[in-house]
């Protein structure tokens, strides 16, 4: 073996130990020991901690300022006719009329059923000669009332002679007696009189209300429409049988009243107190229309089930083109609040899984900050809860943590 090699590798190893262990002491040694270890001085004030270049996050910020924005009350709802109902006949027979068909625009008091009178116009008749008949025999009753009276009259002028004659001796008891007797049987005649001509107003009141019902059996004969709308469903078919006596088969037609409409939601009780009658709202159909309106009313009693308040927005429907049972988008306006628009991207939860933002402090470190959302539009989302001017992390947000530092190079907001 060749001692060469031998000797180079230990003079290497050799090097290594003392460049590596012993670093200190050779520098220590190529100094020449002139420089003697710095004096530590303690010290009761605190030092700083500054982090070295690779401690600090770079990120990208944008420098946003709140403004005030309308901010809106956002359901999910549905459309609702403002009048539907299911016109029924209120006496029974056949229809006579010809039908009209579903979706035909109607108006108020417009014919929509026809039912046959049958025998009511003979009933009508009959009612109207019991009514004559009671108002001839009245006059009749009268008279007798006045001949009851004048008799009544007659027996008391007898009765007040005879007690005259008898105080001066020249009649008898027994004509006075006899007088008296007279003048109670002509009250009784007047009273007798009395109840008979009471007994024809009767009888013509009577008359007067079976012409009454009479005449309203026949106008029930026909149904027309109580609002203006559309026939939901046609009317009763000619010849069909409608019968009183069954809700089912005395189906007429079913109108709906689209103009003005109403649109409905539901409101959450946390939200309820920012509903006002009267305010404006607005509604996005599934095809993308927009129509506005104005809240007409607010339900004081939560559903039971849902704890939420219904609420009505009515919207005008002149065309008919908002149809019964849509589904809707509902905005209403509430009182304007303190917002940043910033891009949607910029959210993020924290470990308690709050929604919020990480931003830049003024001593360039990161935080957290919860939001809530209160619009979601093209241009970005508006949060509420950040300050007035905030530094916003919108790259980066991801990989820092309360208390990092951070060094931030700031964007142009398009405003």
């Given at each position: 073996m060749k001692p060469i090699p031998v000797i180079i590798a230990v003079i290497v190893t050799a090097f290594l130990f003392f460049f590596v262990i012993q670093r200190e002491q050779l520098l220590d040694f190529a100094s020449g020991g002139e420089d003697s270890p710095p004096e530590i001085v303690e010290t009761s004030e605190p030092t700083e901690t500054i982090e070295s270049p690779q401690d600090v996050v770079r990120v990208v910020a944008i420098q946003s300022s709140a403004r005030l924005i309308d901010s809106a009350v956002v359901l999910r709802g549905e459309t609702e006719a403002t009048?539907?109902?299911?016109?029924?006949?209120?006496?029974?027979?056949?229809?006579?009329?010809?039908?009209?068909?579903?979706?035909?625009?109607?108006?108020?008091?417009?014919?929509?059923?026809?039912?046959?009178?049958g025998t009511r116009l003979a009933s009508l008749a009959e009612a109207q000669a019991r009514l004559a008949s009671a108002k001839a025999a009245a006059p009749a009753a009268q008279a007798v009332?006045?001949?009851?009276?004048?008799?009544?009259?007659?027996?008391r002028i007898n009765g007040n002679a005879a007690e005259r004659l008898s105080e001066d001796g020249f009649a008898?008891?027994?004509?006075?007696?006899?007088?008296q007797a007279a003048v109670r049987a002509a009250e009784a005649g007047v009273s007798s009189a009395l109840s008979g001509l009471e007994s024809a107003q009767a009888?013509?009141?009577?008359?007067?209300a079976g012409v009454a019902a009479a005449q309203k059996e026949i106008d029930r004969l026909k149904v027309f429409a109580p609002f203006g709308g559309l026939l939901e469903t046609d009317t009763a078919e000619i010849g069909e049988l409608l019968s009183a006596n069954s809700p089912s088969g005395a189906h007429c037609a079913t109108i709906i009243q689209l103009d003005p409409v109403k649109l409905v939601g539901f409101v959450p009780e946390t939200e309820v107190n920012r509903v006002h009658l009267g305010?404006?709202?607005?509604?996005?159909?599934?095809?993308?229309?927009?129509?506005?309106?104005?809240?007409?009313?607010?339900?004081?009693?939560?559903?039971?089930?849902?704890?939420?308040?219904?609420?009505?927005i009515t919207v005008n429907n002149?065309?008919?083109?908002?149809?019964?049972?849509?589904?809707?988008?509902?905005?209403?306006?509430?009182?304007g609040k303190s917002a940043h628009l910033l891009p949607q991207s910029v959210l993020t939860l924290n470990d308690e899984g709050s929604l919020g933002v990480r931003?830049?402090?003024?001593?360039?470190?990161?935080?957290?900050?919860?939001?809530?959302?209160?619009?979601?539009?093209?241009?970005?989302?508006?949060?509420?809860?950040?300050?007035?001017?905030?530094?916003?992390?919108?790259?980066?947000?991801?990989?820092?943590?309360?208390?990092?530092?951070?060094?931030?190079?700031?964007q142009e907001t398009n405003e």
């Open positions: 009048r539907q109902l299911d016109v029924m006949a209120e006496t029974s027979g056949l229809v006579v009329s010809e039908p009209l068909r579903k979706g035909a625009l109607v108006e108020a008091g417009q014919l929509l059923c026809e039912i046959d009178p009332v006045e001949q009851a009276r004048a008799a009544l009259e007659e027996a008898s008891e027994t004509r006075v007696a006899a007088t009888s013509i009141e009577s008359a007067e305010a404006r709202a607005g509604a996005r159909l599934t095809d993308g229309s927009q129509v506005v309106g104005e809240v007409t009313f607010l339900s004081r009693a939560a559903d039971e089930t849902t704890r939420t308040f219904r609420v009505e002149a065309d008919l083109a908002i149809r019964d049972g849509q589904t809707v988008e509902i905005i209403i306006a509430s009182d931003i830049v402090t003024e001593d360039k470190r990161a935080d957290f900050v919860s939001v809530t959302m209160l619009r979601d539009t093209i241009d970005g989302v508006w949060l509420a809860g950040l300050p007035q001017e905030a530094n916003v992390i919108v790259i980066g947000q991801e990989y820092v943590i309360p208390g990092v530092p951070v060094e931030a190079s700031y």
